[in-house]
């Protein structure tokens, strides 16, 4: 799922970030997500991830809120991302849990946890939940990308290999609470050991890039010969 949305947005970045190209962006995936359910188009399909866009488009609108200000359009794109989150529930349980289990649950707990989600990441969009400063919220905050890179993967695998072998709801806090753990320690032991060797080397290359460049304008002068370089003035930026 990351790669189609990095994909995509990697065009936005080409192009330029600005409000207006995100908005764009915004508008172009959300109809691609409505037409591909209706087509064979494989392509369409990779890169509209149907089931998913709505929360990314939606995590772009929250940050435009949260960046600038909340505005009625961006609102609007929240609540259409919203309602179109609802109508894949049932599509995605088919999908995870299998055709027979998938049509027989109730899907309203899916609705109510989306429900929650939204209203959540809306407090935070507009600052209503700036006042809690919990040290370990920064830990938390870490840890939702290694978990959101394993938990389907790993999550939903572990659930198909045990479920009828335990409780349902056992066996969804006991996987949980595996994945939680499992994505603290790819955060301390991988990417904070990591991220500090990467944030070195880069910070060693940039010094090496401004150490062999030579300073504005000397590169000129040294290849004028030495009767003309006192000829060479520099230009008064502060005309024109």
């Known amino acids: 799922m990351s790669t189609p949305f990095a994909s995509l947005f990697a065009l936005v970045i080409r192009v330029g970030v600005t409000y207006r190209t995100c908005i764009v962006f915004i508008a172009l995936w959300t109809a691609a997500g409505v037409v591909a359910p209706a087509t064979d188009f494989q392509l369409l ?9 709505p929360y990314f488009i939606a995590g772009v609108a929250f940050y435009l809120m949260r960046r600038f200000r909340p505005s009625g359009l961006l609102w609007g794109i929240v609540g259409c991302q919203f309602l179109l989150a609802q109508n894949y529930i049932r599509g995605r349980m088919v999908t ?8 027989r649950l109730a899907i309203w707990p899916a609705q109510l946890i989306i429900t929650i989600g ?5 407090a935070i969009a507009v600052g209503r939940l700036d006042r809690i400063q919990w040290r370990w919220l920064s830990t938390v905050g870490a840890i939702t990308y290694p978990l959101y890179i394993i938990h389907m993967t790993a999550g939903i695998t572990l659930i198909h290999h045990f479920r009828g072998k335990m409780p349902a709801y056992a066996l969804v806090g006991t996987v949980t609470a595996a994945m939680l753990v499992v994505a603290w320690l790819i955060h301390r032991f991988v990417e904070r050991p990591l991220s500090r060797r990467l ?10 890039i401004r150490r062999s460049t030579p300073a504005q304008g000397s590169s000129v002068l040294s290849a004028l010969p ?6 060479v003035v520099e230009p008064d930026l502060t005309r024109g």
């Open 45 to 53: 399909h990779f890169f509209a991830i149907p089931q998913y866009s």
């Open 96 to 103: 995870n849990l299998g055709s027979e289990l998938g049509e």
């Open 118 to 122: 939204f209203l959540a990441m809306a």
């Open 199 to 208: 944030r070195s080397a880069m910070r060693s290359g940039i010094e090496d």
């Open 226 to 231: 030495t009767q003309r370089r006192e000829r």
